[in-house]
């Protein structure tokens, strides 16, 4: 899974919506903890808020996939209660 390089200043790429199971502190902050792609569950070993804008939040993530750990960006939509990954092409 190569990370997701945008070549503008704003995307016109649907995302991929993903199941993610995160976490709230008690100030309200969400943190993913694991994503399915495909079927595979990974944990996310580390992850930051990159930006936010309009209750939408994305997070630049570092996900175990087998001996190794791969970046991802995970992208979530308040309003939706959804998360989104880039759709790879």
Request: net charge neutral; aromatic share 14%; with cysteine.
């Amino acid at each position: 899974m190569p990370p997701f390089v945008s070549k503008s200043s704003f995307d016109y790429t649907a995302p991929l919506i993903v199941p993610v199971i995160a976490a709230f502190n008690t100030k309200g902050q969400i943190s993913p903890l694991y994503v399915r792609i495909d079927g595979q569950q990974f944990k996310v070993n580390s992850s930051y808020v990159k930006r936010t804008w309009s209750n939408t939040s994305e997070f630049c993530a570092e996900i175990v996939c087998g001996n190794s750990v791969r970046p991802i960006t995970l992208t979530y939509y308040e309003h939706e209660n959804v998360w989104g990954i880039p759709h790879e092409g």
